[in-house]
């Protein structure tokens, strides 16, 4: 080659291609025997067979505990379902002529919405506290109070 020629623009700009690719191919394979070396920490490089044996293994049994973990949260939710699990609570004033909210409603839910609702109203002369059974978020065969009704909606809300 003449010298002419290596100073070419276009032979230039191969020779900066070239060395880019150069570059990078080296990036990557760094990269690669990187990983490589990662993979097989401690062991032969002539034992693949055996890592991905072990790979292999590890992957069924991390499936089959996730299986056996699915069956337990899916019998958890059954047998949760029963208890307390929605609360609601209100304080409020329903007489004018008493000071303070010393009245309260308390809403105490299952998972599917039944439980009881819990009201006392407080007046001067007396407290009284009534206690009433609630079937899926209502009161079969008596009426519920606004607030009552607001302490369902706060608990399954």
Known sequence: MSAGLL???TFIAILVIFTLWLSLVTFWLV???ARF???FDGKDKRDLRSVLETLRKDHQTTASEIDELKKAMKELHIR???H???IGFIRYN???DTGGDQSFCLALLDGQDNGVVISSLH???QTRIYAKKIS???SPGYTLSKEERAVITRATG
């Open 80 to 82: 949760l379902l029963p």
């Open 84 to 86: 307390i699990q929605k």
């Open 94 to 96: 329903p007489f004018s």
């Open 136 to 138: 899926r978020g209502k």
């Open 7 to 9: 100073s070419t623009p």
């Open 123 to 125: 007046s001067r002369d």
């Open 31 to 33: 990269r690669s025997e």
């Open 37 to 39: 070396r990662t993979l």
